[in-house]
């Protein structure tokens, strides 16, 4: 399941200096998508990537997810994942804020879109995995939205 982590590993670690850190770790989860919205477009059918966790040495930490899986070694459609960035407390899978969107759009060729924004991710214990929402609203009012279900496996962490 690395190939469609290595995407957001690199987005992560291109942040600007404003944003940089040391990424700690990364934790993700298969399962099923039941719900992802970027920049107010419904592209839950399109979802096809595991639901991922980032901590960060600065505290924060990013959930994410996104359609295709392959489109990163066209070997798919275009491919759009985002990121719910924001402070948390370096335990994985716990609830946080959400203070910046970040999107990583292959179909437009915007590459990195960040946008400072305001919403939280809940983590919540759905036997046997685990149900993951994240909801915010950027500063132009569009929405972002994940509701994943996890499967209970024990995931890939590094």
């Given at each position: 399941m690395l190939r469609p982590?290595?995407?957001?590993?690199?987005?992560?670690?291109?942040?600007?200096?404003?944003?940089?850190?040391?990424?700690?770790?990364?934790?993700?989860?298969?399962?099923?998508?039941?719900?992802?919205?970027?920049?107010?477009?419904?592209?839950?059918?399109?979802?096809?990537?595991?639901?991922?966790?980032?901590?960060?040495?600065?505290g924060r930490v990013a959930a994410s997810a996104g359609t295709g899986g392959q489109a990163w070694f066209g070997l798919a459609e275009p491919e759009r994942m985002v990121l719910f960035y924001g402070p948390g407390n370096g335990d994985n899978w716990t609830d946080h804020a959400v203070n910046r969107i970040v999107v990583h759009d292959n179909a437009t060729g915007a590459n990195v879109i960040m946008r400072d924004a305001a919403g939280t991710c809940t983590y919540r214990d759905a036997d046997p995995g685990r149900l993951v929402t994240c909801e915010a609203e950027d500063a132009a009012g569009k929405t972002y939205a994940l509701t994943y279900r996890t499967d209970g496996g024990p995931g890939f962490t590094f």
């Open positions: 982590m290595i995407p957001l590993l690199l987005l992560a670690l291109s942040a600007p200096p404003s944003l940089a850190s040391e990424l700690l770790g990364t934790v993700t989860a298969d399962g099923a998508c039941e719900r992802l919205v970027i920049e107010d477009v419904d592209l839950t059918a399109q979802c096809g990537t595991p639901v991922m966790q980032m901590h960060e040495s600065n």
